[in-house]
């Protein structure tokens, strides 16, 4: 080619969830039987969706306007929906123009950053969700600024590390948080969210709040949207069906905008948002038309009550045997359906290794764990994936210098979860002794 046509660096950013995939499918071949522990797809997991929903959407499916393309923020009766269900807690108030949708939260988070200003910088957690850090990084060509979330505190952030990163560095114009937490299974106290909306009040920030998991809260513990805290300070909730439903396949996800009116350059800013979806039309018209049908009928709480609760009992049960194991800082989780878990620092070495009699196999990971840059978490979940068929995600892909692992929640049978999880710490027990 004439000149460079991508960014240095950009070949390099790798999306680690959907990597070890690639390296399972491999194992997969050669005869091992795989747990699919690493990614947040409940239907993968064999969530089976309810008559009810799959009726409502057949008939909405029927109708030859579902079949069309429909506002460019989306369909307006949906959108008055949101705001019946979002305005009636006392906190910021939308309208219908306050809310956009997009082709899943994917879309959204890609246009939330690609329309800032290169300068402009999202302070973000650490560990995160990458599809937010890969947005955020890629539209700044620079390293992401991080405050981090502690596993030795169940994963809270310190308040006051955020403040002082603010402080030091003045292109953060904005704080973003993903409530519950992707990775982590953290649940924001709403102590926590008025504090930080303290900070971008102070410092004329606005907040960017990733609530797709919002209604996926368990271990009595509960926690409130962003809106219920945010007051007059410029706001974007992220929201979706893909977990809640769930319809990740509908790739149907939203924004709600709030105190728009209140920042000149917020409303210029969501403007040249909506500016982009305009070119692209909104097509997301059917599971859009569902979406106030479904979340209306009386079985949907009782439906999200059996899925919360199962998630609550998975996560014990992976708690209960993972924190056996000396070493890992392991928190039980209290919503969405993921956990992630630290080893103390210093740990892991390039040396530890587990017994895998398939020389086909062995030789395979070997070949992999031998690489250059390859991180010890890496080399851990590689080993158990090839030993074990459980595949697991490196914590370090998570935006993340800790070294551990996230697994899901999302295993369906109680028995199956007992031996996943049993396997995997005496595992992990068996690797570090080696
Ligand atoms: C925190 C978080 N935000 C957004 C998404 C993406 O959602 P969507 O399916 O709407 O693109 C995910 C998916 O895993 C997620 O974990």
Redesign the pocket.
Known sequence: MRRELVSPGAGEMTYEIRNIVNVAEKLQKCGVKINWENI?DPIVKGEVIPDWMKKIVADEAMKNESWGYCHTRGVLETREFICSITNGHGGAQITPDDIIFFN??????AKIYGCLDSGSRVLVPSPT?T??TLAETANAGAAPICYHLRPENCWHPDVEEIRSQVVANPSVVAIML?NPD?PTGMVYPKETLEKIVAIAREFDLFIIS?E??NNIVYNGESTVPICEVVGDVPALA?K?I??EFPW?GS???WIETYNFGKDPSFQKYVNSILTLKMNEVCSTTLPQKCLPIVMQHPQYPVYLEERTKRYEKMSNITWNFLKEVKGLQVNRTNG?FYMSVAFDKGLLNDKQSLPIDNAEVRALVEGLVNKANVSLDKRLVYYILAATGICIVPLSSFNTNLQGFRVTLLERDEKECQRIYGTLAQKIGEYLAS
Do not use: E, F, M, Q
């Open positions: 947040g899943g939260l994917g879309d959204a988070i969700y599809t937010h993903i992707n990733d797709v998991y992220l979706g893909s977990k990740p790739r149907c996800g969405a």
